[in-house]
């Protein structure tokens, strides 16, 4: 496996729609893997493709404690509640920000194996999802922002993972 480089705002890839991966392969599985390993050395909690430069719906995410989840084509298809919460990026370093998320939502997906799944998901699972099919969707999390001033500059710390 290979780790990748992760992109950093404001480069413009993370701004385009990704495409639908239109079938799973060795290639598609290959990268799948760069991408969890890109994201377990980067100390971060979801990946997307689009942040390692590949404009695919394709996001992993490896949530502490969890099975890593593997995302092809993913669609949120409910979500309801509404919660705040502090939020940071693998392509905004440095940052964090207060932001409103679903308190639970339904996605659907492929599985690795190209299998279609739906998961339902509450609190930091619930908000990984979003985040990571946001960036699918070229949109960051500093978008939800309310204002700038919610913007913080953080200390790194490889304790606290980034999605």
């Known amino acids: 496996m290979v780790v990748l480089p992760i992109l950093k705002y404001p480069d413009p890839v993370l701004r385009r729609k990704a495409k639908r991966v ?49 995302l092809v084509n993913p669609e949120l298809v409910k979500k309801s509640g509404e919660r705040v919460v502090i939020e940071g990026c693998l392509s905004v370093p440095g940052y964090r920000g207060e932001i409103k998320r679903s308190e639970k939502v339904t996605v659907k997906a492929l599985n690795r194996n190209g299998k279609a799944f739906r998961i339902k998901a509450d609190d930091l699972l619930a908000e990984v999802l979003e985040h990571e099919i946001d960036h699918l969707n070229g949109v960051l999390y500093i978008d939800h922002l309310e204002s700038t001033e919610k913007l913080e500059k953080i200390e790194m710390d490889q304790d606290t993972p980034e999605i």
């Open 22 to 70: 239109s079938h799973v392969d060795k290639s598609l599985n290959r990268l799948i893997d760069d991408m969890i390993e890109t994201m377990y050395q980067a100390s971060g909690a979801g990946l997307a493709a689009p942040q390692v430069g590949v404009s695919l719906k394709i996001a992993v995410i490896g949530i502490p404690e969890e099975e890593v989840i593997v």
